[in-house]
């Protein structure tokens, strides 16, 4: 498995070492103030390992249009701050209530939960302030296009919507159709937004774009089943987070709803139907067709 | 009191109205979904009845440079979405812990935690979208900037900074600059964006910019030094909400660090120096001089 995809895994981690430092610099530093707390929570959270794939796609597909690294870090930084902020959000004990992630306790656990809303609501807004910032990209139609992309994925028809719909759901009498629904808000709004964001960087056409939307839908989705497999069936120690999550929660998922085989098998469709969309891009996009196989086989 | 600000008063309804007209056209439709509760919330937040007077200094702002209210209401509502959301996550019982606002049940009290701290979130991002789409102006650096502005009011240096810095306060040790440091990042950084949001839809000179943010200083904390004033003095049916709350919690304002006559001469002085910043704008500005004196007249 580690040979199969080293190449990817290689670039994987290079973007997220990248991220890193480009986060480290864009986050507010921790002086000695009467905010510090929140300031730190920012950090704590935000600079905790993770696999980065959202910003890997946003990275990986503006590459797609000769966009360099260095110009597609800043925003990848933005939505990968809107992702944490999420996390931090949705671990709150009035929402899933969950005290590990990524392996550290979570944020409100280790900071309280005034600190941890603070934060988020601090990350969320941070990424519009370094979105709208000239450094992001020079053309401000571009960035007033990243924003308000940025803005839809997240909000009530993206991934604040979603949340809503999971936490209110009577999860034992969701249909297939429904759980897809939401996951497509919940999830899948963000995978979106990282792969438009390359779109939107590089100036691309409508139907590239088409094309990378597609993309993002059918990984987004493969990438949910594959999470729920690992739930279902993975090991503590493998993943790096508490498993049998879904089932103990009465959660429904793809898996709790079509069973392990026929989830595995439809991850397999998605991924066949991820490959498809990329068929107009050259080689420059191996890496994206590489990534949407290691999703549905990846471990943790 | 009723007469003398007569006109004002007039002025304040009318754009209030308005302003509720078109944040109901801005708010997503309830309608029968799965995330219909985030939703109601935000409604009920956002249109329930408040002195709206962000709003009304980012149209009164604007039109001192010709732009008309149909325009600046969109950037004012944008504004006054990211005030609800603040209201909301500081009633929290994580953080302010407060059961009214605005005369009726906190949010959380009415939908519960989750689809209050949700509400909040959908709001802040809300915002965002709309400052970033076309129609709040047609110039995308005025929105980039627009953003900035906004993100930078409300994040970790303005709004988000300042509830943690109050939170985190041990109160009966802070000085008098401390407490002023805190007010114009927690409550006066909002008054500075509404003020600047006028200047920046009127594409002003930087001079006249300064001015607006000296006003908006100024009144800012007037406003803040009045709002404890009616909370040590007023009645809760003068006031519309619960009095006595600020010593009842502990909290330091510039009431209890001046006592209240010299908190009282303290707002006079800071309405002076609001009328100074005025000076070199014509009379299009007498409402801006007759709101900083109202602002500390009123009984509410």
Redesign the interface.
């Known amino acids: 498995m580690m040979n199969k995809f080293k190449n990817l895994q290689d670039e994987l981690e290079n973007v997220a070492l990248d991220l890193n430092e480009k986060m480290d610099v864009l986050l507010?530093e921790v002086a000695k103030?009467?905010?510090a707390?929140?300031?730190e929570a920012?950090r704590y959270s935000t600079l905790s390992p993770g696999k980065k794939m959202r910003p890997f796609l946003v990275a990986t597909t503006a590459s797609l249009f000769g966009v360099g690294r260095e110009i597609s870090l800043q925003a990848a930084s933005a939505i990968e701050f809107i992702h944490v902020y999420s996390l931090i959000?949705d671990d709150?004990p009035?929402?899933d209530d969950d005290d590990m992630r990524r392996g550290q306790p979570a944020c409100h656990i280790k900071f309280?939960?005034?600190?941890a809303?603070?934060a988020?609501?601090?990350l969320?807004?941070?990424a519009?302030?370094i979105?709208?910032?000239?450094s992001t990209h020079p053309?401000?139609?571009v960035?007033?296009?990243l924003?308000?992309a940025?803005?839809?994925a997240?909000?009530?028809?993206g991934m604040?919507?979603?949340?809503?719909?999971d936490?209110?759901?009577q999860h034992d009498k969701l249909t297939i159709d429904?759980i897809i629904h939401?996951q497509r808000?919940k999830t899948g709004a963000l995978f979106r937004l990282s792969c438009e964001a390359g779109a939107i960087l590089g100036k691309s056409g409508q139907k590239q774009r088409i094309a990378l939307r597609g993309y993002a839908n059918a990984i987004g989705l493969a990438f949910q089943i594959t999470d729920d497999l690992l739930d279902a069936e993975g090991s503590e120690r493998e993943t790096g987070k508490p498993v049998r999550q879904d089932k103990s929660k009465g959660k429904a998922t793809l898996v709790s709803a079509l069973g392990v085989d026929r989830a595995r098998n439809q991850a397999k469709m998605l991924i066949q139907q991820a490959q498809t969309h990329l068929e107009s891009f050259d080689k420059r996009a191996d890496i994206l067709r590489e990534l949407a196989n290691y999703i549905i086989e990846r471990k943790r």
């Open positions: 507010p103030c009467g905010e707390k929140v300031l920012m959000h709150l009035a929402m309280g939960e005034a600190a809303i603070l988020g609501d601090g969320l807004t941070l519009f302030d979105l709208a910032d000239e053309s401000p139609n960035r007033c296009e924003i308000q940025a803005a839809k997240s909000g009530v028809s604040v919507g979603g949340q809503m719909m936490l209110n759901a429904e939401l808000m």
